[in-house]
């Protein structure tokens, strides 16, 4: 019986801590991608900083976009251990 619960937990642990991983990145991307867009709107075209933010949104932008690929595995691991 303490085997099982052991496993439980173990099983638990190992659903919930990407979870909050991936929420904590997401709540930090979030701060990022909306402070470059305020200073974006703050900045010309032709100022030397312009180019550079636009390069931190792109790939603010595509870090987001990236974690999405591993979710579709850990919902298959879930329904495959009836959960």
């Known amino acids: 019986m303490q085997a099982e619960l052991d496993r439980s937990r173990a099983w638990t642990w190992s ?3 990407p979870a909050g991983v991936a929420h904590d990145f997401n709540n930090i991307m979030s701060v990022i991608l909306t402070c470059t867009g305020f ?3 703050g900045v010309t ?17 595509r870090a ?3 974690p999405a690929s591993c979710w579709p ?10 959960r």
């Open 39 to 41: 200073a974006l709107s």
């Open 64 to 66: 987001v976009r990236s």
């Open 73 to 82: 595995s850990a919902a298959s691991r879930s329904q495959s251990h009836g």
């Open 15 to 17: 659903v919930n801590w």
């Open 45 to 61: 075209d032709d100022n030397p900083l312009h180019e550079d933010l636009v390069e931190i949104r792109r790939a603010g932008e």
